[in-house]
């Protein structure tokens, strides 16, 4: 029997409740070449929202990951900035964030990771924990976001599963519970025993497809099993028997406050293990959560509207030098053409065209709710960390920009291009794929990163987005510190005294910017009324004692 509602208002905040409900959003993360992209491809797979997988090996070939558009990614076989896909499986809306592995991109990761409501993380088998996963997953931590553990490449020989859960559990200071376990590896791996389910998963190589049959022996006690698989099977049983004994049992609230991990074994470029994990998305992943403005708690099922911009991308069309604004919805029903305010600056506007993705492909959007990500078309209106209401005024914290830690000076081939180069550096900086500082006395504008290759993407962009050749030279600089002052008389006679040392970013927050630590300590020691920060939190200058340093 349907249920009735007194009025419109109460039908629609029931929607409001039934759609949040339905949604999942995640980011997957990983280090470098741990599989993270290939299982990306593979969860699109096997969702139904496509058809055939691009090969991220093959890079001269005609496919290519789904997640990775841009041209420089399809030439490297690497991601440098996040995707967006959204997909519907098992009546569940899922919005997957692919993130940048490399550490030089960590800090578009760690936006994105603002945007989420859990996290899958992927280990390579032979490799084990690696330095960039402890650095992510310490983002997580501190965020109290849920992790589910792929362990990938269980089609090659990698280390012991048994080795691989203490490690887990001594690196990550989380409680792994393993969902299936591995029946041999490389090339005597047999499949996967689900533990809850008492059933075996025949391993069976596979290319770019789903959907194939797929062998399911029951029980440990199949004689099937000894007879196919003796030597991998009998090692397999002991560990099972020993996990039974001594892992712990899944508990859904630990889970939630990322004290335990869920453990799923496999292997994603050959399909293999892929659809356990989608399933556990749905089934353990939460909802969308409440987020945190400065003003309030925001629950996701509330009926006004609230999202915040976590990512910009320029040039997602290069044909029509677009950039659009990643919205995450935090609360309520978004409208096509609703009246949105941006907090930051009290301006009001109407999206018209907000659009939903699949990586670059779009679809445009009539309605959004409480965990998913659109698209709205940006012309310099909209910043990194703005929150966007249907009126009230909120800002939601928690979107950093960390310090640079490497500098280059940028400089144009052509004087002609000079205008070109302004703007493409204008666009980039806007969308965070580097930090672009300009002088308080004027002259060449500056480039801030955290890591090398951040420069050769952004020169390749120049080169291939805005056809502007540059020219990157090193600089004395080695530190920057955005800098605040209580009174803001102070802050001017500070940067009065140091103009050659004071530059403004893409928001003109200034900074300091000092070729030697030195240089900083003794700022600090004479100017005891300025404030340093090594974390820039949004466009609002909010900065948090806790993560700077100095």
């Not at 993380?121 to 997580?140: F, H, P, S």
């Not at 959560?289 to 976590?310: C, H, K, T, Y």
């Not at 929150?387 to 939601?396: I, R, Y």
Request: charged share 25%.
């Amino acid at each position: 029997m349907r249920a009735t509602y007194p009025n419109a208002e109460a039908m629609s905040n029931q929607k409001i409740i039934e759609e949040t409900r339905r949604r999942r959003t995640f980011a997957i993360i990983s280090h470098p070449d741990a599989g993270k992209t290939t299982l990306t491809e593979k969860l699109l797979l096997f969702s139904g929202a496509i058809h055939i997988a691009g090969s991220v090996k093959a890079r001269k070939a005609s496919r290519h990951a789904t997640s990775d558009w841009m041209e420089i990614e399809k030439q490297r076989g690497i991601s440098v900035a996040s995707s967006v896909m959204q997909m519907e499986y098992r009546d569940t809306i899922i919005n997957l964030l692919d993130t940048p592995g490399h550490q030089d991109f960590s800090e578009d990761t760690y936006r994105v990771l603002t945007a989420v409501d859990a996290a899958l993380m992927v280990i390579d088998a032979a490799n084990g924990v690696e330095a960039q996963t402890l650095r992510l997953l310490e983002v997580c931590r501190a965020r109290g976001t849920p992790i589910i553990t792929f362990i990938n490449k269980l089609d090659r020989e990698v280390r012991e599963p048994l080795d691989l859960l203490d490690e887990l559990e001594s690196a990550l200071q989380m409680t792994p519970v393993p969902f299936t376990w591995p029946i041999g590896m490389g090339k005597q791996f047999g499949g996967v025993y689900d533990l809850n389910a008492d059933a075996i998963r025949v391993f069976r190589g596979g290319a770019d497809r789903a959907g194939d049959a797929i062998e399911v022996l029951s029980g440990l006690d199949n004689p099937e099993l000894e007879k196919r698989f003796p030597d991998a099977f009998a090692k397999a049983r002991d560990e099972i028997a020993l996990l039974r004994d001594a892992a712990p049992r899944f508990s859904r609230e630990l889970f939630l406050k990322a004290e335990q991990t869920p453990v799923f074994f496999g292997s994603a470029v050959n399909n293999f293990g892929v659809q356990e994990v989608l399933d556990a998305v749905v089934d353990l992943a939460p909802a969308p959560l409440p987020r945190i403005a400065l003003q309030r708690s925001v629950d996701p099922s509330e009926a006004r509207f609230s999202g915040v911009v976590f990512k910009i991308q320029a040039n997602m069309d290069p044909a029509h030098r677009d950039r659009i604004a990643f919205v995450r919805i935090c609360a309520g029903r978004f409208e096509r053409g609703m009246t949105l305010k941006v907090a930051r600056s009290g301006k009001t506007f109407k999206p018209n065209t907000v659009v939903t993705f699949l990586s670059q492909r779009r679809e445009l959007a009539d309605e959004a709710f409480a965990g998913d990500i659109v698209g709205i078309p940006n012309h310099g209106t909209l910043q990194l960390g703005d929150t966007l209401t249907d009126g009230e005024d909120l800002q939601f914290t928690g979107l950093p920009f960390f310090a640079p830690e490497m500098f280059r000076a940028v400089e144009v081939a052509d004087p002609l291009r000079s205008k070109q180069l302004k703007h493409g550096l204008a666009q980039l900086g806007e969308e965070g794929a580097i930090q672009v500082f300009r002088p308080h006395l004027g002259g060449t504008l500056l480039l801030g990163a955290v890591g090398q290759l951040q420069f050769e993407v952004v020169a390749h962009r120049l080169s291939d987005e805005y056809n502007v050749a540059a020219r990157l030279v090193p600089t004395r600089q080695t530190l920057a510190r955005w800098i605040t002052a209580e009174d803001p008389r102070e802050l001017k006679r500070f940067i009065d005294f140091y103009p050659m040392r004071i530059a403004y970013d893409a928001v003109d927050a200034p900074t300091y910017l000092a070729s030697h630590s030195s240089e900083l300590k003794v700022a600090q020691s004479e100017w005891p009324q300025v404030q340093f920060h090594a974390l820039r939190e949004h466009a609002g200058l909010v900065f948090h004692s806790s993560m700077e340093s100095a």
